[in-house]
C-alpha cells in the first residue's frame, strides 16, 4: 500500500517517535524512573506501554490467532493487563527497554507497509485497516510522550501531527459512548477545529445541530484524557456535543479517573 494515507500517517509516527525517542535517549537510569501524570507509571513505564503494544499489534498481524488467544487469557487472568505489562518492562534496563521499543517500531512499520491492501487487523476492539492501526499508534505515542515531557518539566511544540490524535477522536465518537454504557446520538456532530500552524481541519456535516469547534491540540489533550475541558479552548453547540467533550476518549479500555483542573 504506497502513496496513500498510510504513507502520510507513517511518515508522521516516525517524526512523532523520533521526538520522543530523542527525549528519553539521553536520560540517566534515575530520570527513567521519574513519576509521570499517570499514577503509578514512570517513564519507563510509559516507553514499556508503548513497546508492549507495538508488539501486540505485530503479533496480531503475524499470528492473529494466537493474538486473539493471548489477549482472553490476559483479560481472564487480570483485570488491569496494560499495567502487568507496563510494569514488567520497567524492570528492564534502560538499554534494554530502549531498544525493544526501537526494534518494535521498525518491525511493525514495516509490516504494515506489507500488509495486503484490503484486509484488516485483529485488535481489542473492532478489527482495524493498517493506516487505522498506524493512526492509533502515533495517537498513543503523541499521548504517552506528552506524559514523560511533563514527568521532564518540558512543554513539547505543538505540531500539525495533532490532526491524526484529532482525527481517531472523531471516528472514536460513539466508542467513548459505549464505554461509559451509553447509547451514541443518532446524528452526526460537526467538528472544526484549528490546528497549531493555523490550517482548519473539519469533519461531518456542515448542517449537523450539534457542533464542536476551537484549538485542535485542546481537542485532542481532550480526546486523549490529559486535560479538563476547563483547561483547554473548545466549544460544544448542542446538549449531545457537551455531553460528548465528556466522555470523550480515543483509547480501548476503561476511561479511568477524569482529569481534573489546572487552572492554567
Known sequence: MT????????????AETADLDVRVAGLTAVQWQSPTPAEGWTIAHQIAHLAWTDQAALLAMERP???????????????????????????????????????????????????????RISWFGPPMSPASMATARLMETWAHGLDVAEALGDRPEPTDRVRHVCHLGVRTRDFSYAQR??????????????????????????????????????????ATRRRHRDDVDVRAKGADAEQWLDIIQTFAGPPGDDPQRRGT
Open 3 to 14: 502513496g496513500s494515507v498510510l504513507d502520510e500517517v507513517l511518515a508522521d509516527l516516525t
Open 65 to 119: 490467532d494466537e493474538f486473539v488467544r493471548q489477549i482472553a487469557d490476559l483479560w481472564s487472568a487480570q483485570s488491569s493487563p496494560v499495567d502487568a505489562a507496563a510494569e514488567e518492562g520497567a524492570r528492564q534496563s534502560p538499554d534494554e527497554l530502549l531498544e525493544g521499543w526501537r526494534s518494535g517500531r521498525r518491525a511493525l512499520h514495516t509490516a504494515l507497509v506489507a500488509w495486503p491492501a484490503g484486509q
Open 181 to 222: 454504557g451509553l447509547a451514541p446520538p443518532d446524528e452526526p456532530f460537526r467538528v472544526e477545529l484549528t490546528g497549531p500552524s493555523g490550517e482548519r481541519w473539519a469533519w461531518g456535516p456542515v448542517d449537523a445541530v450539534q457542533w464542536v469547534s476551537g484549538d485542535a491540540y485542546g481537542f485532542a489533550l481532550l
